[in-house]
């Protein structure tokens, strides 16, 4: 897989050589996130050990690195966490916060053992780099229209080392992007049916249906099977869950809890002021109207996307769509395991 390595080095050397794209990228306050280029001997070493051995593979396709996880390690879906564990003896230097997407993945691995896992399965994103602006993830399908292209030509000629029997799309922008990329005749591989992005699927109230889907996924198109019966996820900070498997349940917001959660959170922190029953009617309302729109899907922070999709569809001056989603977070956050206090928001910062 060293062909992999250098295929990404040599886009990026082109990229600095040149110098056009990421001069116009830094005028739009876009920075390209540098893990994949400092950490590029450690990769090669993670690719020597895990996909050395040649044989037909799926693909998992993800968005592009997050600044917390492959934005650092280089690695898909591999964060300084994940690394520890899976290349025992390496040795990092980096002790970084977990990442949730990459926390999620770890445990689809372990549930298969790495060796047998990465035997079937290969890790990548549309563009094998992330970007960052104002403190915040950025990604591909985000950057100027123009721009695009140039961060995902080189998956058409990673698809091409590779030769994938598969591809599953991990986000419903990369299946997008992927049915477009066939429908233009760029790719030339079966495409499966999306699962939903490792963040989302990292989210307590998800974790059991999404790794079934997850392993359901794995083992429809590849021989693996399950080494445990049993679902171990891990949550910030170390409190390890165990749950069973379940049949799969539809995944909704909890709009009820969250309704009565805004009836009572004033009891809770008396410095919240109390919200009237049609604040709260009105609050729940929009929830789920951003649930169902595709705006909001249980995040726990609001994107750039999803404001500029909030943008897009409401006329919102007062911004009550995105204080609505907060509310929402402090419901979720309350709810946690970890018990993360809701007070972990910049309230005083908001006018309630």
Known sequence: MDKVIDLHLSFMERMVEEGDVLR??????????????????????YYRKFYGEAGSRI?????????????????????????????????????????????????????YGAKDFYNAVYMTNVSWYGFQRDRKNLN??????????????????????????????????????????????????????RLSHPYHCSFTSNIVESSELYCKAIEQHTVL??????????????????????????????????KQYLLKRHE????????????VKQYHNR???????????GELEITPEIEHKIDLKYKDTSRKYPLTIRYYIEYMESKEITKKSCNSFPWESLDL
Do not use: W
């Not at 390496?90 to 949730?100: G, P, T, Y």
């Open 225 to 258: 099977q399950r080494k445990e019966d049993s679902l171990v996820f891990e949550v910030e900070p170390l409190v390890p869950v165990t749950v069973e498997k379940s049949d799969p349940v539809t995944v909704r917001l909890d709009t009820m809890g969250f």
């Open 287 to 297: 929830l789920e109207n951003m649930f169902k729109r595709g705006i909001y899907n």
């Open 140 to 193: 591909y399908y985000d950057l100027p229209h123009h721009l695009r292209h140039l961060f995902t030509t080189s998956f058409l000629h990673e698809m091409e080392i590779v030769q994938p029997t598969v591809i599953v799309p991990l986000s419903k922008e990369v299946e997008q992007t992927l049915r477009q990329m066939a429908t233009d005749g760029l790719l030339d591989y079966p495409i499966a049916e």
């Open 268 to 279: 809770v922190n008396p410095a919240y002021k109390p919200l009237s029953e049609s604040s």
């Open 59 to 111: 693909v998992f396709c993800g968005i592009n690195p997050g600044r917390f996880g492959a934005g650092k390690t280089g690695i898909p879906f591999i964060d300084f966490h994940a690394l520890d564990h899976l290349m025992p003896g390496f040795e990092i230097q980096h002790k970084e916060k977990k990442e949730k997407s990459a926390q999620f993945i770890l445990s689809i691995i372990e549930r």
């Open 24 to 45: 116009e990228l830094e005028k739009e306050g876009i920075r390209v996130l540098s893990g994949f280029t400092e950490q590029q001997a450690l990769v090669r070493s």
